[in-house]
């Protein structure tokens, strides 16, 4: 079956950064665009970042902007966000997800990782 497995979180202080990471499988990766969200405590879960099936097509929130860059290696199953200048409102449960559009809301996306907890300390 499809699994989305993120790692990379943690609990760091503000200005630092993080990589987060989100292995793949049971899936062909090249046919997902892939999409990372964000869920903070009581708040609705929302975009963060995405990127095309090959790599070339992103966008990120305006939020993030400048902090945060998305990859992927198609030869590992792999995509990444690179998070810097991490402010204590990046705090929340990041989410990856597959999707076979090229979307920045999160009803498109087929499968969805369980999350990695990202927190950011003043």
């Known amino acids: 079956q499809v699994q989305l497995v993120e790692s990379g979180g943690g609990l760091v202080q503000a200005g630092d950064s993080l990589r987060l990471s989100c292995a793949a499988s049971?899936?062909?990766?090249?046919?997902?665009?892939m999409g990372w969200f964000r869920q903070a405590p009581g708040k609705e879960r929302e975009f963060v970042a995405v990127?095309?099936?090959?790599?070339?097509?992103?966008s990120l929130a305006e939020s993030v902007k400048g902090r945060f860059t998305i990859s992927r290696d198609n030869a590992k199953n792999t995509v990444y966000l690179q998070m810097t200048s991490l402010k204590p409102e990046d705090t929340a449960v990041y989410y990856c997800?597959?999707?076979?559009?090229?979307?920045?809301?999160?009803?498109?996306?087929?499968?969805w990782g369980q999350g990695t907890q990202v927190t950011v300390s003043s």
């Open positions: 997800a597959a999707g076979l559009l090229f979307s920045l809301v999160k009803r498109p996306y087929d499968y």
């Open positions: 049971g899936l062909t990766f090249t046919n997902y665009n």
């Open positions: 990127i095309s099936k090959d790599g070339v097509g992103r």
